[in-house]
């Protein structure tokens, strides 16, 4: 807000006020002496007092009551500033520096505007989708959305065959059945995820393997990977399979990665919940495994509410992925099963909802890239700030922007994410590792040599906000927030 427009001088008349307060239109004036220093706020209600009791628009604003208005100094937290506009119950506060000027003026409104991690970023195309839905009466799981979004996904991250579920998690879950996962199995899983990369495996009564992150891509340790396999091996106990993430919207190492499994004959799951769109050495990330998963949550980088999808190369794992996710039914008229069968299919309104997003997509990441690099060159002379390192052959979504802070930092992790919360900027610790969750205690786990990398990417790592509908206004928030603890 213009402070100048809302200054005036004790010599002003209360006709001048009236005048001001009309053409700022923010229903407060501040009161300023002639050496610059503030002296109160002006409100409509006290110039109406002013007037009845002189009966003259000429009255000079020097026959206010010298009232100490309610200020705040220029190092505020939103949660403090909205505290003290909540407890006093006004909507302007004049931030007011230590000389006794008026630097800022901070609306109630504006206030408690909350800059959130990650939010859903519709296009334009969306609802016609989900009112062809139900112009068609396809209301029902299926239909012709999902054939379509299945199709237009495949085509997108150039994959033989997608199939739409209901989340990621599902996803993830029927590629370890097609896989053959067991009890008694074990499965091995970067360790560095959210819990729903290795929930599934216990879902078929496996048991996790977790491996460390290596430096470069913050993903699997293709080092701390082949000490596990060699291990596993000669204890006669592969994995059935390898959950290979892509964390934050970052491939992994796939190379290195694909050649240990391959030598050891161990099948990949690609959990790309988080990377769709991004690449590795130019192709599609996702696409690397025998199977990839996408997560279409809320707070991914497109979104159909909730959803997943399967993508493979081989026919019979799509077809069988289908059959069941749509709880197994045996092609008869009569409601029968030979197996047990999930009710993991994606409805045809939600299809819709990621048709739409899907058109977006290459938009959503080059905008979640450009604030990725708008932080980076904003922040780049705080030396203690560290950011996700992306390695020449990959191009991340940057989903999340993340970075770590040094040791030697002014503040922890922790701290400042604490900190940014009370200017309403939510910020978020880097995944709990797997091998560190309660529920995860008794698995095994393969740290990076020779310290483990996950458990510092933990104690240091923070994900800013990052949303694709980030304005420069809000980005700047977090950057002079960020900038305020150096
Ligand atoms: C979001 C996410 C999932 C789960 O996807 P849902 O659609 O929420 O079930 C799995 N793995 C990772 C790494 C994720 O970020």
């Known amino acids: 807000m213009s402070i100048a ?22 229903g407060i004036l501040l009161l300023i002496a002639g050496d610059g220093r503030f002296l109160r706020t002006v409100t409509d209600g006290d110039l109406r007092r002013l007037l009845l009791a002189s009966g003259s628009l000429d009255e000079t604003l020097s026959n206010l009551p010298r009232i100490s208005s309610v200020t705040i100094p220029p190092r505020y937290t ?6 003290l506009m909540q407890k006093h119950g006004i909507n302007h506060l004049p931030v007011v520096d230590e000389a006794n000027r008026v630097v800022d003026v901070l609306e109630r409104s504006r206030i408690g505007e909350q800059i959130l991690l990650s939010t859903p970023h519709m296009g334009d195309s969306e609802l016609d989708f989900i009112a062809e839905a139900f112009e068609t009466n396809w209301i029902a799981p299926l239909g012709p959305n999902v054939d379509a979004f299945e199709r237009e ?36 899983c970067s360790t560095l995820t959210f819990a729903a990369s290795a929930n599934p495996i216990v879902y078929q009564g496996a048991e996790p393997v ?35 993430v ?25 959990d790309a919940a988080e990377s769709l769109g991004a690449s590795y050495k130019d192709k599609p990330s996702g696409t690397f495994g025998a199977m990839g998963i996408y997560s279409f949550n809320g707070n991914k980088i497109i979104t159909t509410s909730g959803g997943g999808m399967l993508v493979t190369e081989n026919e019979d794992f799509a077809k069988r992925a289908r059959f069941y996710a749509t709880q197994a039914r045996d092609p008869a008229p009569h409601y029968q099963h030979s197996t047990i069968g999930y009710n993991y299919r994606m409805s045809n309104i939600l299809a819709g909802v990621g048709r739409g997003q899907l058109r977006v997509l290459d938009e959503r990441v080059n905008a979640r890239r450009r604030v990725f690099n708008t932080y980076r060159s904003l922040l780049a002379d705080l030396q203690w700030l560290h950011w996700m390192p992306e390695p020449s052959w990959s191009r991340s979504n940057h989903w999340l922007s993340v970075a770590t802070l040094d040791d030697d930092s002014p503040i922890k992790a922790k701290d400042l994410i604490t900190l940014l919360s009370a200017d309403f900027i939510e910020a978020r610790p880097v995944w709990k590792p797997m091998h560190l969750q309660p529920v995860f205690a008794e698995c095994q786990y393969y740290p990076h040599h020779p310290a483990s990398v ?29 900038k305020s603890v150096a």
């Open 210 to 244: 977790f491996i460390d992150s290596e430096p470069e891509s913050w993903n699997m340790s293709p080092e701390a990977l082949e000490r596990a396999l060699f291990e596993a091996y000669n204890a006669g106990r592969l994995p059935k399979a390898v959950i290979v």
């Open 153 to 188: 996904l495949a085509e997108k991250v150039g994959a033989s065959h997608a199939v739409a579920l209901s989340s990621g998690t599902a996803a993830i879950h029927l590629a370890l059945i097609m896989l053959g996962v067991a009890p008694g199995d074990v499965v091995f």
């Open 78 to 83: 939103r949660q403090e500033a909205l505290g």
């Open 454 to 482: 996950s458990d510092s990417l933990f104690e240091r790592g923070i994900c800013l906000p990052s949303g694709s509908n980030m304005t420069d206004e809000s980005i700047d928030r977090v950057v002079s927030a960020i």
């Open 5 to 26: 427009v809302l200054s005036l001088g004790e010599s002003a008349t209360v006709k001048e006020a009236l005048a001001r307060l009309n053409e700022s239109g923010k």
């Open 246 to 270: 892509n964390l934050y919207g970052q491939s992994a190492d796939m190379d290195p990665i694909i050649a240990l499994c391959q030598r050891y004959g161990v099948p990949i799951v690609e």
